[in-house]
Nanobody, 117 residues
């Protein structure tokens, strides 16, 4: 099983960025997915989650209205559209998948997002 996140980079405050996660080695449609992040010196925190079909999404308060999670079941891809980025969004972002909502069995290597002020 592999989850590969990519699309991170250095951006300025107010910019947008889309992260992608390529998933392989599992039955993609059977898994829920989430995006998490870990800022320097801080614990990992959940950012957003999406259900099996993509019909239900949820977000932490600090990204509501700015970030959008989506998935493409035909391409085995999960996305995180990030708008109006803030310096506080600087972190390594990870995608994760699980068979049960709230439980993540597989994690990918992260992609670094740096937001300058």
């Amino acid at each position: 099983v592999q989850l590969q996140a990519f699309g991170g980079g250095l951006v300025q405050a107010g910019d947008s960025l889309t992260l992608s996660c390529q998933v392989s080695g599992l039955s993609f449609r059977n898994y829920v997915f989430g995006w998490f992040r870990q800022a320097p010196g801080k614990e990992r925190e959940r950012v957003a989650g999406i259900n099996w079909s993509g019909s239900s999404t949820n977000y932490e308060d600090f990204v509501k209205g700015r970030f959008t999670i989506s998935r493409d079941n035909a391409k085995n891809m999960v996305y995180l559209q990030m708008n109006n980025l803030e310096p506080e969004d600087t972190a390594v972002y990870y995608c994760a998948g699980g068979l049960v909502v709230g439980t993540f069995d597989y994690w990918g290597k992260g992609t670094l997002v740096t937001v300058s002020s």
